[in-house]
């Protein structure tokens, strides 16, 4: 154990932490209540069917916000207590908790002649408080989270030396991350990946990889759904880090979420290491927005350590703020290095380094323009893109319209992925291309592939190696249907020698 599995140094912060939640839970409770008051499309689509139809829903909308907004009234008293209590508390606290399940077996030995496959799945779930989830036409929290913890991890996992043999790239697979039947000329510097026989078909899948080995979720907001994930996920996924971000008072501002970051990993945790962005505005100043990074033991080599790097961040949300996220970024990729050169030690075996997230802008519009040329891109690979603007055919934007996300044809994992293989359901369904301004690019040529803004990179070791990482595999998962207003990306990556 090398990391502190409570968020707290010792029992009596922990016990104060909960007794401040108490006080500030039912101030807290009734505005949650408020504002889940506003109704998803799909509420109203059902309410109109109703035969009491709207009239008796508002009159029941009316005396149910009376009855919140005299409870949060009531309950402000405790809340202030609760906060003052709070305050101080959040100033010991460590920046994320740690899950353990005791028993897990130690990495095994690896023989460096033999490729290895790690999979990586990154997605934001949107797993804020039901009210607030309601601006994103989402709410049911508690389910939505049941649900993504029940399909992240859908069976007990195989003893590692097992799946060694098991995860290899599926070529010839529609469903899987794509066949590679043919390869077309690439720009030069761009990298090569599996993809369909038909170039402009979209690599997607309806299901999360069973074999997964890393999850980086962002917008893990709510308290009662981390606790759900972890729980679920502890049997497949003995390393958890959640609750990541610093709260309170932080340089001047009041941060009441944190930082929604949440990542299980197979493999032992070595470090974990999370910065807070210094310049979140707007409504995303409340949340503790940053990056976490975190050195995994993946085996022994001739008595070397063989491990990886994971990095995870969810950037600035805001169409009009390319200006912080380019600066986030750039904070971003210094910590990751300072991070990189604190932790390794003299004959670490690299495998992989990985960086990941939301990162709040695309390839493709206008609006985007700063982003798409940053630095990061000079460093890590994406494989998804071919050069600034351009985006590999085969990839599609992994943001929804949020207001139909309900609709017949994206209903399901079966259904989201039938319709977001063709054009015309892509543009419908996916987010379009944008201005500077937020507002969409009129002017955007079509049939465009949609916004991808969750990303999963990669970096190429460089100089003398014993190991290179190559992709095997990329897909768009369909998964989360209704569930969430993104779809989750995964990355398979082989480990194999690197040529002499």
């Known amino acids: 154990m090398f ?30 209540r408020l504002l889940d008051l506003q109704q998803t499309t799909a509420e109203r689509r059902r309410q109109r069917q109703r035969r009491c139809g709207r009239c008796c829903g508002c009159a029941g909308q009316a005396l149910a916000g009376l009855a919140y907004g005299v409870l949060l009234l009531l309950s402000l008293p405790f809340a202030t207590l609760g906060l003052l209590l709070w305050l101080p508390v959040q100033a010991r606290r460590r920046p994320f908790a740690y899950q353990y399940a005791a028993g897990t077996a130690p990495a095994e030995p690896w023989d460096l002649q033999q490729p290895r496959t790690f999979a990586f799945v990154s997605a934001n ?3 804020l ?29 195989e003893p590692p030396s097992a799946r060694a043999s098991l995860i290899e790239p599926r070529r010839g697979e529609a469903d899987g991350y794509g066949g590679t039947l043919c390869t077309p000329r690439l720009p030069p510097g761009s990298v090569a990946v599996e993809m369909p026989a038909e170039a402009g078909e979209p690599v997607l899948s309806e299901h999360f990889p069973p074999d997964a080995d890393f999850v980086c979720l962002q917008e893990v907001f709510e308290a009662g759904a981390a606790a759900c994930l972890r729980r679920r996920l502890a049997g497949t996924f003995p390393h958890i880090l959640s609750e990541v971000g610093a709260r309170g008072l932080r340089g001047g501002r009041l941060k009441l979420l944190d930082s929604g970051l949440f990542l299980a990993s197979r493999y032992p945790l070595l470090a974990a290491r999370y910065h807070a962005f210094p310049n979140g505005a707007r409504e995303d100043a409340a949340a503790a927005k940053g990056l976490l990074a975190v050195q995994v033991l993946l085996g022994s080599a001739q008595g070397q350590r063989v491990v990886g790097y994971v990095g995870c961040t969810h950037l600035q949300a805001p169409a009009a703020d390319a200006a912080i996220r380019d600066e986030q970024l750039t904070l971003g990729l210094r910590w990751l290095q300072l991070f990189r050169e604190a932790q390794e030690q003299r004959g670490d075996v690299v495998a992989f380094d990985v960086f990941c997230g939301d990162l709040n802008f695309d390839n493709c519009s206008r609006g985007d323009e700063l982003n798409q040329r ?3 891109f000079e460093v890590y690979r994406d494989p ?33 992925k039938r319709t977001l293989s063709q054009p ?17 690019d009129p002017a955007a040529p079509g049939p465009w592939q949609g916004r991808r803004i969750d990303y999963i990179l990669y970096r190429q070791h460089r100089g003398a190696r014993p190991l290179r990482t190559e992709v095997a595999g990329v897909s768009f998962i369909t998964q989360l249907a209704t569930r969430s207003d993104h779809l989750p990306v995964a990355l398979r990556l082989d480990v194999a020698p690197a040529p002499r």
Request: aromatic content about 8%; proline content about 14%; glycine content about 6%.
């Open 3 to 32: 990391l502190p599995e409570s968020p707290f140094p010792n029992r009596a912060l922990a016990a104060l932490d909960r007794l401040a939640w108490g006080l500030l839970t039912p101030s807290f409770w009734a505005a949650d």
């Open 125 to 127: 779930v949107c797993l």
């Open 129 to 157: 408080p039901s009210g607030l989830a309601k601006f994103s036409n989402l709410g049911q929290t508690p389910q939505r989270a049941a649900y993504i913890a029940r399909h992240l991890a859908p069976a007990p996992p």
């Open 374 to 376: 940053h630095r990061l």
């Open 384 to 416: 998804c893109r071919w050069q600034p603007g351009q985006d590999a055919p085969w990839a599609i934007g992994s943001l929804l319209n949020c207001l139909k996300i309900y609709e017949e044809p994206v209903s399901t994992p079966e259904k989201m």
């Open 424 to 440: 015309a359901g892509r543009q419908r369904y996916l987010a379009g291309p944008i201005l500077p301004s937020g507002q969409p």
